[in-house]
């Protein structure tokens, strides 16, 4: 600022100058360089982070899994956060298996309830994105003994779970469920009809997986009597095949994929009784029916028992995800009735993770007679209380703000605890609300801020609600992880990443400048920019824009981002490139209308207005309008490519890289894409003018663009970019393309990474910094 008024007012004499000048050349050499070396192929900014675990039933301790780096065993470890002090509950040294002939580490483990048995589960394998088949063994505690709940010579084991008597294990295998007697050692099938390429039990499909988030597909009835499970029929969903081309002779790799407008796989949830042996189903209007309305069962689990019964409850949808129901089955007369119904103008979501929400849709108080319910019916994503009938009791939290994550009612203490955004969509903060309405606990009502620190919070409630786990990150801050009263008084640093704080301030980076920029309507959007430490405002600097811009999704947000945001300085530091991210319409955390502005016709409003907001900073004196870039990778790729030729793209984007993009949403799964866009039978229109294929031949003869995929992406398929590909060429446009054999849709592995972002680099260099 001192140097940029003292040029604006003419005042620089020529020892002024030389001082400035001398001070850069101390700051340049005072400064650590970034090498994409250490950002792509090293531990070096990894940091240290939270091995965590699961909270026991009370007080500030977790229970976790502790590598014994000598012996190669895993421990079972007893922590209290507070006082640092740690109990071995199972020595892994102890876990011999004699049918494999070594140590079997603990992936995972689960009690019986009288705490005299554990089921461990261990050598896991992937089936998509989980490790989610391996092998199980109980381990007696009083005896110390261990054996294998089946034999491993027949095949992986999926989701087993301890009976609620503790007697006997039931898992899936194979596509069908068994059911193991722990005494007697005796396995029986529960289902035989499962197999390869048609019938699923107990666990889901490729696209159930990826879009609805499931993969266990089972659940004991709380009295141990009966066994609820998901069963599906994939075959007339059509085949999709990947080829390997590494291989001498190519490998083919097929797997049921529903594309856009294609069949889903038939879906009901059956009930197995135990005691006869019977097999029934619910009635829910989705098994190979047709005309009805019902296309999507995404949810199943047990009820606590209403008068003396308990229930399986259900989530039912429609095709187009705008209609939910909550469902009650019982499991004696298989009877289903309607317990609660949602409806939304554009879609609802049930899924958890993959946008800001990371509560479950519907958690059942302890109190046996009250559910929690997460609904943007009044234009915010908010909690209500029901009872377990479905009558509506109270809305929970109300506010021009979204609830991103619910964590529980203390039922003792009158307190409903969550996170959201009330300090703005950048932030995430805890609160509470009290849960009787009006004044409670002494307390004014409405929502209580507990965490303090700018910046995003990420919190884990104890069982009793008397402590939580903070992981507190800022744009350049790395995690730091911190133990907490309710009250939000901090306890403990769990981990401070004090090092790597103290190596990044060795690289003197200039924090982000966060404000707002004009949408295409004229719509404020958030938006970030990321100069150089030596940044002159007298210059003019190229611009690159980072975009992901999916539904729900924020890129603008007060959050450590690690290895990419690293990168991106690297660029601002080393190339001398802005870097900018832009929020744009249909992104999350401003309420259902702004996410829900692109609903079918999605691509138009984002490309409309990433290209807005690059026209908004190209008026900034510093920016250079002709050296403007865009860049994103999935949903952040198809993007690039939309803003690159749709509308004046052509003429405002110089440069662009997509990273493993869709170019036809036709091409990609039915639950994600039909959510948004409906299908392309009653969308023809919107899938059209969606599509980057549709625009290909209005790549401009200065834009500069480089595509990139991997050829394995079970995700968004290589054809994608082919297609693209083909497209351009046929156009007779000029592009750069790379593959990456054998990856899918993260391309990483080896040196993958460090090649990906030094070919990027390159690629900038050469066309957004010194163009020809």
Known sequence: MMRRALVHCLLLSAGLFWVSVA??????????????????????????????????????????????????????VRYNLETGQRERLIDGNRLYASDVGRLVQIEDYAYSRDGRRVLIYTDSEPVWRYNTKGFYYLYDIASGTLRPISDRAKGFQMFAKLSPNGRQVAFVRDRNLYLVDLESGQEVPLTVDGRPESIINGTFDWVYEEEFGLRDGWAWSPDGRYIAFFKLDESHVPAFTMVDLREYYPKSITFRYPKAGQPNSEIQIGVIDLQTGQVRFFDTDTWYEDDSPYEYLARMGWTPAIDGRFYVWMFRMNR?????????????????????????????????????????????????????????????????????????????TQGAWDVTDFHGVDEVGGWVYFTATIEGPRERHLYRVPLQPGASNGQAFGPQRIS?????????????????????????????????????????????????QQRLKAYKLRPPEFFTVPGADGTPLEAYLIKPS??????????????????????????????????????????????????NRGTGARGYAFKTATYRRLGQLEAQDQIAAAKALAQRSYVD?????????????YLTLMAMLYGDGPQVFRVGVSVAPVTDWRLYDTIYTERYMSTPQQNPEGYRLGAPLTYADRLAERQRLLLIHGDLDDNVHFQNAVLMAEALQRAGKQFAFMVYPGRNHGIYGGNTRLHLFTLITGFLEENLVNPR
């Open 23 to 76: 001070a850069a050349q101390q700051t340049a050499q005072t400064r650590q360089r970034l090498t994409l070396e250490d950002i792509h192929a090293s531990r070096k900014f990894a940091g240290e982070f939270f091995e965590g675990g699961r909270w026991a039933e009370e007080g500030p301790v977790i229970l976790y899994i502790e590598p014994d780096a000598q012996t190669g065993a895993t421990h079972l």
């Open 320 to 396: 187009e995800q705008n209609h939910l129901e909550l469902l009650y089955g019982d499991p004696a007369t298989m009877r289903v009735r309607k317990v609660l119904e949602e409806r939304a103008s554009a879609w609802l979501e049930v899924e958890t993770g993959f946008t800001d929400l990371q509560a479950g849709q519907l958690t059942y108080l302890n109190d046996g007679q009250h559910f929690v319910w997460i609904s943007e019916r009044d234009g915010y994503r908010h909690l209500y209380l029901y009872r377990n009938d479905g009558t509506l009791v109270r809305q929970l």
């Open 452 to 500: 303090q620190e700018p910046g995003t919070h990420e919190v884990s409630l104890s069982r009793d609600f008397r402590y939580y786990i903070d992981v507190h990150t800022r744009f350049l801050q790395p995690p730091v992880v911190t133990l907490r009263r309710i009250s939000g008084e901090q306890l403990a640093v769990l981990v401070g990443n004090e090092a790597l």
């Open 534 to 583: 030596d940044f002159d405002s007298t210059k003019q600097y190229p611009l690159l824009l980072y975009v992901y811009g999916g539904p729900g999704s924020q890129t603008v947000v007060d959050d450590w981002g690690g290895a990419r945001m690293l990168w991106h300085y690297y660029l601002a530091e080393e190339l001398g490139i802005l870097v900018a991210s832009v929020d």
């Open 625 to 637: 309008p002709d050296r403007i870039g865009i860049w994103g990778w999935s949903y952040g790729g």
